[in-house]
């Protein structure tokens, strides 16, 4: 063995123990940490691509990257980064992580590990947790955007399955062109056509409702009316990223069963709203969905990178991902089968850290941390909408708010700008901008299982402060 590999394999202890105090000294100085790093510190130090001939040792590296890097790690597992859709990660949550690295599973039905079984029962509880039927199958991938792209790879193998084509087989050519309708797409749906070959220009965009985010119905049916035939994916949207927005899935349903189509519901993050009896109506429908997408990384705070794909197609699933080779064994059809069901070979054992988030926490846990967001998201709202300095872009319909600038003279996406580098330089708050409505807003997404009330007056006193600053 190496010299330096056996060091290591001795000092194991002392290994894990620094790197223990390290995350300690990280998570207790996360509420005072800047959520927005200095630029100077996100920058690669000199010398840092040269790759080692003999190496330090872990110990040594260790040290090394924390010394010179922790200052460029941003906040953004605190309670204040508001920025994106960014969850953090629950003590469960993140125990749970630390193992999975530690113990280094596949996660496959290889015979060797209980992990698939974990992953399996994880997928039922999560089904139970969001009002989910029994139907659907599910498997854990790496983020929303690939829960998308699997649930769209199965909605393009089942229009070829109505025509007598094996598109997995044959290829999306033999289809012809698909058409994907939806009113507010988001963008990694976008990508995941471009990866299926079904291309980015069969992505069309149908109108919203007035004054909403939500896909006009009427405008739906009349396109639907003037294409029949043509194989066919709606991507419905549980939950907007601007305005949280979530379609009218029961009219879809209805329209589903005149105008054949695949229903493929975005609720990466809004779905988790259905473990609140108060928000779950908004979902009403989705349980009819042929995919869905939900993040695990988002509002169900577990670290990256983790989301569910849920289907109700298991055999068309099948029949997309399966992957035949002498030494694996041939797939049957079972919902916990999950080489011939994901994207993946070799998978992470991702299911742990929600497994152990469930345990932790139960259903009132997770119903505390999404009903103590939305109500927090209220509470930023009002106070925005009574400032003197901003206002609301749109109603706090769930757990983004979605705001501008109040009497902006000149350029509005400059002025924005310059108030989000503010407060971005200021460290207590993150956001991000966005243009809704044709106007350059800024959006407040809450989904950490940290933020407070105390969290809302820090946020807004820093806004404050920012808008005060000469401009
Ligand atoms: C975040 C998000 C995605 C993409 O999710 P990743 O986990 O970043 O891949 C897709 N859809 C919606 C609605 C989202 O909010």
Sequence with gaps: MHPRLQQDLDQFPQIL??????A???LAGLQQRP???PLASQQLQPGDDRLADEGDGALAALDDFWLRYAEGLSASAGPRYFGFV????????LAADWLVSTVDQNSQLSHDTVAAAIELATITQLKNLLGLPEVFNGSFVSGATMANFVGMAIGRQWPGQQRGIDVAEQGVTALGPVQVLSANAHSSS????SMLGIGRDALKIIDSLPNSEAIDPVALERHLAASIGAPTLVLASAGTVNTVTFDDLPHLLALRERYPFWLHVD?????????????????????QADSITVDAHKWLNVPYDSAIQFSRHLALQMQVFQNHSAYLEAPTLRPDNYLHLTPENSRRFRALPLWLALKAYGRSGMQDMVERNVQLAQLLGTALAASEGFRLLAPVNLNVVCF?????????VAARDRFIARLDRHGVVRCTPTLYNGQPGI????????TQESDIHLALESMQHCLAEPH
Aim: with cysteine.
């Design 17 to 22: 123990e620094r790197t223990r105090h390290l």
């Design 24 to 26: 300690e000294g990280f």
């Design 35 to 37: 959520v927005c790093p």
């Design 86 to 93: 960014t969850g953090g990660s629950t003590p469960a949550a």
């Design 190 to 193: 976008v990508k995941a056509l």
């Design 267 to 287: 609720a990466a993050f809004g779905g988790v709203a259905a473990c609140s009896p108060r928000y779950a109506p908004r979902l009403t429908g989705w349980e």
């Design 404 to 412: 501008a600038l109040k009497n902006i003279e000149g350029d509005a």
């Design 443 to 450: 959006r407040a997404a809450l989904v950490n299982w940290m």
